[in-house]
Antibody, heavy 121, light 106 residues
Framework: QLQLQESGPGLVKPSETLSLTCTVSGGSISGSTYYWGWIRQPPGKGLEWIGSIHYSGNTYYKSSVKSRVVISVDPSKNQFSLNLSSVTAVDTALYYC?????????????WGQGTMVTVSS | DIQMTQSPSTLSASVGDRVTITCRAS??????LAWYQQKPGKAPNLLIY???NLESGVPSRFSGSGSGTEFTLTISSLQPDDFATYYC????????FGQGTKVEVK
């Protein structure tokens, strides 16, 4: 059974870079047909797709964050990562990683439990 | 970006009720629509994909229908475990979610 787990700092200062890692267990990140994605949810609000990656390294980003985001994959560690630069308070959110069944923008099949990131000085 | 609008935002219902949630897209998305259930403090859980395909393990009281720009999620007989927030997601072009519908106890 595929499982995902987010990890990273819970507090990031404004203008700095938010860095999170998603560790995949129960299956190989490079041996599956999944894409891998990041979604966030500001407190009390809805869900926002940030971007997706294939184990081959192909990436796809939401246009509104494209200039600030980098998603990378490390098949040797069975992990993929999110880097979001120049953060502000609006980037405060619960960040989820997920396995995407199909293409980069398909439905999110399996989710991590989420990790809360607060942007504050 | 394709905008997704759910209605209602909040729905008050009782156990046993038939519940319908609507999701409208700002342009045609074919059948590329999924539904998720989210409970407080938990990650969303996939219920339905490609408009009407029930995810494995999801009770058959959940069903989805629609095409183009208008879609519905129906719970045929609401159970205590179903009180939650529901989100639609389009994946015709990138991915966007509706704002959510909270199903609460009447």
């Amino acid at each position: 059974q595929l499982q995902l787990q987010e990890s990273g700092p819970g507090l990031v200062k404004p203008s700095e870079t938010l860095s999170l890692t998603c560790t995949v267990s129960g299956g190989s990140i490079s041996g599956s047909t999944y894409y891998w994605g990041w979604i966030r949810q500001p407190p009390g609000k809805g869900l926002e797709w940030i971007g997706s990656i294939h184990y081959s390294g192909n990436t796809y980003y939401k246009s509104s964050v494209k200039s600030r985001v980098v998603i990378s994959v490390d098949p040797s560690k069975n992990q993929f990562s999110l880097n979001l630069s120049s953060v502000t308070a609006v980037d405060t959110a619960l960040y989820y990683c997920a396995a995407i069944r199909g293409s980069y923008d398909d439905h999110f099949h399996i989710w991590g439990q989420g990790t809360m990131v607060t942007v504050s000085s | 970006d394709i905008q997704m609008t759910q209605s209602p935002s909040t729905l008050s219902a009782s156990v046993g009720d038939r519940v319908t949630i609507t999701c409208r897209a700002s342009q045609s998305i074919g059948n590329w629509l999924a539904w998720y259930q989210q409970k407080p403090g938990k990650a969303p859980n996939l219920l339905i994909y490609e408009t009407s395909n029930l995810e494995s393990g999801v009770p058959s009281r959940f069903s989805g229908s629609g095409s183009g720009t208008e879609f519905t999620l129906t719970i045929s007989s609401l159970q205590p475990d179903d009180f939650a927030t529901y989100y639609c997601q389009q994946y015709s072009s990138d991915s966007t979610f509706g704002q959510g519908t909270k199903v609460e106890v009447k």
